[in-house]
T-cell receptor, first 113, second 112 residues
Framework: DVKVTQSSRYLVKRTGEKVFLECVQDMDHENMFWYRQDPGLGLRLIYF???????EKGDIPEGYSVSREKKERFSLILESASTNQTSMYLC????????????FGSGTRLTVV | RKEVEQDPGPFNVPEGATVAFNCTYSNSASQSFFWYRQDCRKEPKLLMS???SGNEDGRFTAQLNRASQYISLLIRDSKLSDSATYLC?????????????FGTGTQLKVEL
């Protein structure tokens, strides 16, 4: 089974802090994604990467950056956390094929106070 | 218009009922379609892919209508354990990478 592991299940951070969310997958998938999920808004794509050191903005990249130095690891960085970034963050990975579905990590519930 | 639209529900049905969800998508060039299931406070998990010819997996049947740009999911003989949110997912094939677009989900509650 493909495993996507997110480093923290719950996080509480203060406004203005720099926050790192880590995601690791173990099945050699080319594509990795970061989403946030909020009630009524569904899943919104923040950033994605289709290869090492490659990154593309999603629909809501403002206030976030990413890093992909190794194929298996995709990090999401909140440069200066704000209360409106309180959310559930979900990492996913997939093969490149357009017919491939995603495998998600179990999510990180981030609260910014 | 949203790229993927679903009725948010909730659909409250008795155990044993048959329930159907529909979903519409806006990009006629879309090629891949999926249904995901998400339990409360958990991550989405792939339920099934949706093929042009339709496909069935046990009590679950998925259909695709390209002409009308909608996808359906039929659940027969509903179980309490089917209670979850069902996400309609489309690959619009825009830009690079395997980028999926998710609907906001339809909530199903199966009751005794």
């Amino acid at each position: 089974d493909v495993k996507v592991t997110q480093s923290s299940r719950y996080l509480v951070k203060r406004t203005g802090e720099k926050v790192f969310l880590e995601c690791v997958q173990d099945m050699d998938h080319e594509n990795m994604f970061w989403y946030r999920q909020d009630p009524g808004l569904g899943l919104r794509l923040i950033y994605f990467s289709y290869d090492v050191k490659m990154k593309e903005k999603g629909d809501i990249p403002e206030g976030y950056s990413v890093s992909r130095e190794k194929k298996e690891r995709f990090s999401l960085i909140l440069e200066s956390a704000s209360t409106n970034q309180t959310s559930m963050y979900l990492c996913a990975s997939s093969l490149s094929a357009g017919s491939a579905g995603y495998t998600f990590g179990s999510g990180t519930r981030l609260t910014v106070v | 218009r949203k790229e993927v639209e679903q009725d948010p529900g909730p659909f409250n049905v008795p155990e044993g009922a048959t329930v159907a969800f529909n979903c519409t998508y806006s990009n006629s060039a879309s090629q891949s379609f999926f249904w995901y299931r998400q339990d409360c406070r958990k991550e989405p998990k792939l339920l099934m892919s949706v093929y042009s010819s339709g496909n069935e997996d046990g009590r679950f049947t998925a259909q695709l209508n390209r002409a009308s740009q909608y996808i359906s999911l039929l659940i027969r003989d509903s179980k309490l354990s089917d209670s979850a949110t069902y996400l309609c997912v489309v690959n619009p094939f825009t830009g690079g990478g395997n980028k999926l677009t998710f609907g906001t989900g339809t909530q199903l509650k199966v009751e005794l």
